[in-house]
């Protein structure tokens, strides 16, 4: 039985953490390093701090927000948003970053993926790849760019299975169609994603309910489940969601 990650989300823009629904409508939440303590302190596996508008804004994620963030926890973070090369991957892993997430850089170049798979080891790589279904489809799904602004007509499990062969630790894949909803992950995208491919899958994108948690691992195969809302406002705890994994048979880390 493979033991399931529980990962806390934390959005950063201007150096806050923020929330929104479908990628807009953003809401302060508040300074990252103590959010990351706090996380530490429930439970957290691991934390992922995402830049969302790093990327679009042309800059990098914010450096020394997250080496602060760190310095102040023992868990793995993973940093995305805005890093383009194997340099800017560097810094992060010299600020004590454990793992990196790209996106927009890796579908306009994928050889970045290789690149940083042989220089700094496929575990340190996350492939975050956001998604939408194409109109009038329900089980094909696009690959968005520039934070989940922009369709480039690739084929999301395509996209999935070329980032597998090109040396990516992990894949993160979003739906756009239910981020920040609550009411539950795209499973049909997960468990095609996650049959197509035998590197870990972490769910993300809608979860509203112990039960949407417990059903990416169940019905959508993922290896771990990332969420957002949920912690922030405090209608769950990660202690809560790996107590109700354990009533129900899946193996958390203690």
């Known amino acids: 039985?493979?033991?399931?990650?529980?990962?806390?989300?934390?959005?950063?823009?201007?150096?806050?953490?923020?929330?929104?629904?479908?990628?807009?409508?953003?809401?302060?939440?508040?300074?990252p390093a103590e959010?990351?303590?706090?996380?530490?302190?429930?439970?957290?596996?691991?934390?992922?701090?995402?830049?969302?508008?790093?990327?679009?804004e042309g800059r990098d994620s914010s450096l020394e927000v997250m080496r602060r963030a760190a310095a102040g926890v023992n868990i793995p973070i993973c940093v995305g948003g805005g890093i383009r090369t194997v340099e800017d991957m560097a810094k992060y892993f010299d600020a004590g970053i454990a793992k990196v997430?790209?996106?927009?850089?890796?579908?306009?170049?994928?050889?970045?993926?290789?690149?940083?798979?042989?220089r700094f080891g496929s575990k340190k790589i996350v492939v975050a790849i956001d998604v939408a279904k194409f109109p009038g489809e329900e089980t094909r799904w696009e690959v968005l760019i520039n934070g989940g602004k922009t369709g480039t007509g690739m084929d999301?499990?395509?996209?999935?299975?070329?980032?597998?062969?090109?040396?990516?630790?992990?894949?993160?894949?979003?739906?756009?169609?239910?981020?920040?909803?609550?009411?539950?992950?795209?499973?049909?995208?997960?468990?095609?994603?996650?049959?197509?491919?035998?590197?870990?899958v972490i769910a993300s994108?809608?979860?509203?309910?112990?039960q949407h948690l417990l059903e990416a691992?169940?019905?959508?195969?993922?290896s771990a489940v990332l969420a957002a809302s949920v912690f922030h406002f405090g209608e769950l705890t990660v202690s809560q969601v790996k107590a109700f994994f354990k009533k129900n048979g899946i193996a958390v880390r203690d």
């Open 217 to 222: 691992v169940t019905i959508g195969g993922a």
């Open 1 to 31: 039985m493979k033991t399931v990650t529980i990962l806390p989300c934390l959005d950063i823009k201007d150096g806050r953490v923020v929330k929104g629904v479908q990628f807009v409508d953003l809401k302060d939440i508040g300074d």
């Open 205 to 210: 994108g809608g979860a509203g309910t112990l």
């Open 156 to 200: 999301a499990l395509e996209w999935a299975k070329k980032c597998e062969s090109l040396g990516a630790g992990a894949l993160l894949p979003t739906s756009k169609d239910t981020d920040g909803a609550k009411s539950g992950y795209d499973l049909a995208m997960l468990r095609v994603l996650t049959k197509s491919v035998k590197i870990p």
């Open 101 to 118: 997430s790209v996106n927009t850089a890796a579908v306009k170049n994928p050889e970045l993926i290789s690149e940083a798979a042989k």
């Open 35 to 56: 959010a990351a303590k706090s996380y530490e302190e429930q439970g957290a596996d691991e934390l992922v701090f995402l830049d969302i508008t790093a990327t679009v």
